[in-house]
């Protein structure tokens, strides 16, 4: 009976104390769930934040002048819609025309940045085109093999300095930047070395491989970085722009170069990287996009000496500069050096995708079946029209009209050169980059020529950090088509930046 008792007092004395002890948590428990409601509520508040376009990772919504669609990272040049190209003229009207309107002609000196080298539709690469589209658009290189790829490969050969190593192989891919890529793969299992120098200026791609690569302006990174590791930067002898050459009194200037950029080059060497680790020089035997700039005589026989002398490859990136842009099918040539990889692209099918890689055949063995290759790569059309460019090279003696109307607009500039603050006209060919002087004009001349020349009617691009504009015409342009772009520059120069003080 009394142990009956005592358990009967104790699950009271339990019970009293489970009511005390919750109504002391009553506060903490509502503190707690308080606490949840207010972090659930800020959970949902966060997800559909991140959610929106007005999240913290968000931006104001931007897009293309003519689409809603289509991002504003694409810069546009041009502030009309183009209906139709033909030769050396792009045609067009404002987006804000009236239907019907007659569509104004463009003295093209862009070639869509050194792609549309035979001019807007050219009838002998269109044959070509329209003909294998009837045979076969996508005969993918992995899964069959066409004739305009066998033929293109053959072909390409007739191109090559005649210095260039044979048997050559070539790796067919669908951009420049896929290209250099391509080309940075293979000199790394060539050699089995990691790093590659390039250099202050040049350009090579946007992806995030390439861009690595790329130092011509800080755009072409900015928000993407890290960049991809092992990659070095040397100075690019840009004699306009050299210290050295500008304190010399004359002594140094781009037909008697210091040299120093080698210098530096055998000084990071020995500083940044060894002689060991470094698989490839990669370098534009002329600038693009780092504007335009001509190294001076000796400097890519100096990288030749020094690739050999440490064992690495020197890779010539001449997707702007080649396919007969400076007069000769590529522009290295011109230097009596012979590269162990030649990158090709943008002029190479008029157009239409496609650039390569071409090397010796032993390189070229070295990279693995199936580790190189691509979806579109060797496109059965792009190598059709490929071979169509060859053809016309050969039968229209293209490469001489190249060298005459490259005379015809140096001559010409030069000659304005000394009518206008111009502070250097270089090029080779028709590659030829025009320079303001920044102490006489403002900043952002350049891009406000460029613009001007539009509604002049005449197409120019911008290059560099500096005051410079880029003159890519057609390698087929007449000469009464220079003659015409060289008015039209003198005309927006008179307007714009006005003759010299």
Do not use: W
């Not at 862009?110 to 070509?128: E, F, K, Q, S």
């Not at 030749?304 to 990136?317: P, T, V």
């Not at 842009?325 to 590529?330: A, L, N, S, V, W």
């Not at 691509?374 to 071979?387: K, L, M």
């Amino acid at each position: 009976m009394a142990s009956s008792l005592t358990k009967q007092a104790l699950r009271r004395a339990s019970s009293r104390l489970s009511m005390r002890i919750a109504s002391a948590a009553q506060p903490t428990i509502a503190l707690h769930t308080s606490i949840l409601r207010r972090s659930a509520a800020a959970s949902a508040a966060t997800a559909t934040a991140t959610s929106s376009p007005y999240s913290h990772y968000a931006r104001p919504v931007t897009h293309h002048p003519y689409s809603e669609h289509l991002p504003s990272g694409i810069a546009v040049l041009s502030d009309f819609i183009v209906s139709h190209a033909s030769g050396s003229y792009v045609y067009g009207s404002p987006a804000s025309s009236p239907p019907g309107t007659e569509p104004r002609p463009y003295l093209d000196f862009t070639c869509g940045i050194g792609v549309t080298n035979l001019g807007h539709c050219h009838p002998r690469v269109d044959a070509a085109v329209l003909e294998q589209v009837k045979k076969g658009a996508h005969l993918q290189v992995n899964c069959y093999t066409s004739q305009p790829l066998l033929r293109l490969a053959d072909r390409i050969g007739s191109l090559l300095p005649p210095s260039f190593p044979r048997p050559y192989q070539v790796l067919f891919s669908n951009s420049g930047a896929e290209a250099v890529e391509n080309a940075v793969k293979l000199a790394r299992v060539v050699t089995k070395r990691q790093t590659v120098i390039v250099f202050q200026g040049g350009f090579h791609g946007r992806t995030i491989g390439a861009g690595s690569l790329t130092t011509a302006k800080y755009v072409y990174r900015a928000g993407f970085q890290p960049t991809m590791a092992g990659v070095h930067v040397a100075p690019f002898p840009y004699c306009q722009r050299c210290a050295i050459s500008a304190a010399s009194s004359g002594k140094y200037d781009a037909d008697n170069c210091c040299m120093d950029p080698i210098a530096q080059l055998r000084l990071m060497l020995k500083q940044q990287t060894s002689t060991d680790e470094v698989a490839a020089i990669l370098v534009e035997p002329v600038q693009g996009e780092g504007g335009y700039v001509v190294p001076p005589r000796g400097f890519l026989a100096e990288l030749r000496a020094i690739s050999d002398e440490i064992g690495c490859l020197l890779i010539a990136d001449e997707v702007q500069s080649g396919y007969g842009r400076t007069g000769t099918p590529f522009a290295i040539e011109q230097e009596g050096v012979t590269p162990d990889i030649i990158v090709a692209a943008k002029g190479i099918a008029n157009g239409y995708p496609l650039s390569c890689i071409i090397t010796r055949a032993e390189y070229m063995s070295a990279a693995r079946n199936g580790s190189v290759g691509g979806t579109y790569g060797g496109n059965a059309v792009s190598c059709a029209a490929a071979c169509a460019v060859i053809d016309t090279f050969e039968q229209d003696r293209t490469m001489d009209n190249v060298r005459a109307r490259g005379e015809q607009l140096m001559t010409g500039l030069r000659a304005l050169q000394r009518r206008y603050p111009i502070a250097d006209v270089r090029g080779r060919g028709l590659m030829v980059g025009v320079e303001l002087d920044s102490g006489a004009v403002a900043a952002g001349s350049a891009g406000a020529v460029s613009k001007e020349c539009m509604r002049e009617g005449l197409l120019l691009l911008t290059a560099g950090v500096y005051e410079s504009l880029r003159f890519i015409p057609p390698l087929t342009v007449s000469e009464k088509e220079i003659a015409e772009g060289l008015q039209k520059f003198e005309a927006v120069l008179k307007r714009t930046v006005g003759v010299r003080k």
